[in-house]
């Protein structure tokens, strides 16, 4: 297991060495060829969420009497077709959700919320990155999926990336339980795969998402995301949640008293 883990490595490692080696001398006409997504994102229906936890599509769309958008949050699993393990799940998970602290957003659902994204691009991978310091790695090299018994579940699993035109896809796998991380994520097991397809489309980023798991769907659940550009930052502030003050009126999210300053 040992031998074949450290021979694994090194062919990934020669592999994307070469990649490099090959492509150093024409890195500058590489990343021409390269989509350009500037800028700080956020996911379309959450744009100018408050500390209350409710987009402002959202109120509008309940003082109206309105259904709500579409694609609000859409990677949480309201529409994904759950077989009797997911039913179980999702009950159990929803049971505890409100005002239950976070550890962080984790995949999916950071690519799903109000927190700003950043996309930086590069021949090599693209990193998508939020304020709440976690990365995702997608590697854009060549490079194939590391072999199963080579990985372990993460917050924001395993990517292997290419560019079909314009279109990022991007392909991850072994992701730890989402809703074990975030109370609001989907319930999928660790045996889930996604696959994402990512393009700009006017002034919007839209994707979509497919998600196949078979400890927990009954077969493939699509769902699409969009963002658009949220001008009020001109730069990624980087938080941590150590002063998680999140409370729940039930009804709304509050901010809990500084316990420090009483």
């Keep these: 297991m040992r031998m074949a883990t450290i021979l694994a490595g090194a062919l990934l490692a020669a592999s994307a060495t070469?990649?490099?080696a090959q492509d150093g001398a024409g890195r500058a006409e590489s990343f021409a060829q390269?989509?350009?997504?500037?800028?700080?994102?956020?996911?379309?229906?959450?744009?100018?969420t408050e500390i209350s936890g409710i987009a402002p599509s959202i109120r509008e769309a309940r003082e109206k009497g309105q259904a709500l958008p579409r694609n609000f949050m859409s990677l949480n699993g309201a529409g994904?077709?759950?077989?009797?393990?997911?039913r179980a799940r999702v009950a159990e998970v929803r049971a505890i959700a409100?005002?239950?602290?976070?550890?962080?957003?984790?995949?999916p659902m950071m690519m799903n919320a109000a927190t700003p994204l950043q996309f930086?691009?590069?021949?090599?991978?693209?990193?998508?990155v939020n304020s709440y310091n976690e990365t995702r790695h997608i590697y854009t090299d060549g490079r194939p999926m590391p072999p199963a018994e080579d990985m372990w579940p993460t917050v924001t699993g395993t990517?292997?990336?290419?560019w079909e035109g314009d279109t990022l896809v991007i392909e991850t796998v072994m992701v730890a339980t989402p809703s074990d991380y975030f109370h609001g994520a989907p319930p999928l097991?660790?045996?889930a795969r996604y696959v994402e397809r990512i393009r700009l489309d006017g002034e919007r980023l839209v994707a979509e998402l497919t998600i196949t798991d078979p400890v927990t769907l009954t077969g493939p659940w699509t769902t699409s995301v969009s963002w658009l550009?949220?001008?009020?930052?001109d730069r990624m502030i980087q938080i941590d949640w150590d002063n998680d003050r999140t409370g729940f009126d039930g009804e709304y999210n509050t901010i809990e008293p500084d316990v420090v300053g009483e």
């Design 18 to 20: 070469a990649v490099q």
């Design 34 to 48: 390269l989509p350009y997504w500037p800028g700080y994102w956020v996911s379309e229906y959450t744009l100018g």
């Design 80 to 86: 994904a077709p759950w077989n009797e393990v997911g």
């Design 98 to 107: 409100r005002g239950r602290k976070a550890q962080g957003w984790g995949f």
């Design 120 to 128: 930086l691009i590069t021949p090599e991978e693209v990193l998508i």
């Design 159 to 162: 990517s292997v990336g290419h």
């Design 189 to 191: 097991s660790e045996q």
């Design 229 to 233: 550009r949220d001008t009020g930052f």
